[in-house]
């Protein structure tokens, strides 16, 4: 076991949420062990599903300069991100990120996410976007939130589906998965729908 001294990535950077199972907080350079070790753990449970990985893509210098550029796209105001820590006993699980946001007109935002091998199919990501999104029509003040997924995926596929996501369409050669262009299915998710959804699951006073 690692025991860590807490410093955030930025000061700026602050935002912790919650849900029945987690701490979702910011990344900090602390966090490095914890993650190399899940990421190494969860290599080809990953690597179908994400960008080629660098041959340094694990090591310290690669995550701090990971952890410098969120905290900057933070302070921007273009992009937030969370790690998933399960209240128990203090795991790392995974990552959530809301980036690409774009103000004025559009008021819109990209979510993303990942998790460890061995967190998978428990509920726990489910749980995490749920907090997200709540934070990104709440707190960011988003009209829209967008997703996509290869057409493969069906894990995050019902994930999307089940927090109330509507596929939009196909987006062909959409982004370079595992060192090839893939297709991706599109997905959006409307602030206003998103309430109505909520207000439908309330008990009744």
Known sequence: MFAFLRKPASRQQSAVLESARLLLRPPAIDDWPQWARLRHESREFLQPWEPTWPRNALTRGAFTRRIKLQARDHEAGTAYGWFLVRRDDDALMGGVTVSDIRRGVA????????????????????????????????????HRLEAACLPANEASRRLLVSRGFSLEGIA????????????????????????SCNRSHEPER
């Open 172 to 195: 062909r050669s959409y982004l370079k998965i595992n060192g090839d262009w893939r297709d991706h299915l599109l997905f959006s998710l409307i602030e206003s729908e998103w309430r």
């Open 107 to 142: 008021s819109s935002g990209t979510l993303g996410y990942w998790i460890g091998r061995s967190y998978a199919r428990q509920g726990y990501m489910s749980e995490a976007v749920g907090a997200v999104i709540g934070h990104a029509f709440d707190r960011f003040g988003l």
